[in-house]
């Protein structure tokens, strides 16, 4: 969390409220993991700089500011990018976000709209300045937009990997977005059981997992996303996609299809939910 719905959201919320403004003044919080470039450089270089662009590419936001410099954003496990004045239960009980010691990056503008607040409790989230040119090994391994999955790429990467067909999905280098979640959700749609090895895929079963996934993700966005734990939008909504969850955090709870007691196993230190009933292995 958040996945590739999640940041496609607020790159989407954020762009009618950032694109075009100057940035007058920068606040961030004393050198840690979270800065990939030092407060330092961001509080002296940044200031100036008009954001152009905001783009996606898998669970980063990428802001092309006018100097030809870029912004690399990732919110992590816990990460999330708030406007001022936005309001939610999951903020001081619903009050006007007040920046605490949570908050690392503060972008003012030289207008008079909303500051913008980069805050993350756990500081896995990562800020990077790119110079004109550069580029960031984070990005150049990533594999195709997740949202472009294709029956092709399923099956080629599948015949490689003795790996779990879950660990496959995961795996960044081979389409980029995809986190547990949704992960679980395709799976569950695609009646595929998790631990099956990937090069057990018959190129029909590639491709439908390959229609599921990009329906899934969809279908994520048109419902807000997942709000659970930390995820909300940059002005404190939330999205409402954990509600139609089939397994995903529904360990015991009954399989929407069959009535099954949901399972999950771990694979790769990481939870996986499915139902023994329909994702027979």
Request: aromatic share 6%; net charge positive; charged share 25%.
């Amino acid at each position: 969390m958040p996945e590739l719905p999640e940041v496609e959201l607020v790159g989407r919320h954020l762009r009618p409220h950032i694109l075009g403004r100057r940035i007058r003044h920068v606040t961030a919080t004393a050198p840690s993991y979270f800065f990939l470039t030092s407060p330092a450089t961001l509080r002296q270089q940044l200031p100036g700089e008009t954001i152009r662009s905001l783009e996606r590419i898998g669970k980063y936001l990428l802001a092309q500011l006018s100097s030809g410099r870029r912004l690399l954003l990732h919110l992590g496990m816990t990460g999330q990018l708030i406007l001022e004045g936005a309001q939610s239960p999951r903020l001081v009980h619903g009050t006007p976000f007040v920046r605490d010691k949570h908050t690392h990056l503060v972008l003012e503008f030289a207008d008079s709209g909303p500051k913008l607040y980069f805050r993350d409790t756990r500081k896995f989230g990562k800020v990077r300045l790119l110079m004109p040119g550069e580029s960031d090994p984070r990005l150049d391994k990533l594999g195709p937009d997740a949202l472009t999955l294709t029956q092709r790429i399923l099956f080629g990467a599948s015949r490689k990997r003795r790996a779990k067909v879950k660990s496959m999905l995961l795996d960044q280098t081979v389409t980029a977005g995809i986190g547990n979640i949704y992960a679980d959700e395709s799976l569950s749609l695609a009646r595929i059981h998790p631990e099956r090895p990937a090069m057990s895929l018959t190129e029909s079963e590639c491709k439908n997992l390959a229609r599921i996934v990009r329906r899934v993700l969809t279908r994520s966005i048109e419902a807000g996303g997942s709000s659970i734990d930390d995820y909300i939008h940059p002005d404190g909504s939330k999205g409402g996609f954990q509600q139609r969850f089939r397994v995903y955090g529904r360990e015991g709870e009954p399989c929407r299809k069959c009535g099954t007691a949901v399972s999950r196993v771990v694979i790769g230190q990481r939870s996986s939910h499915f139902c023994p009933n329909c994702q027979r292995f």
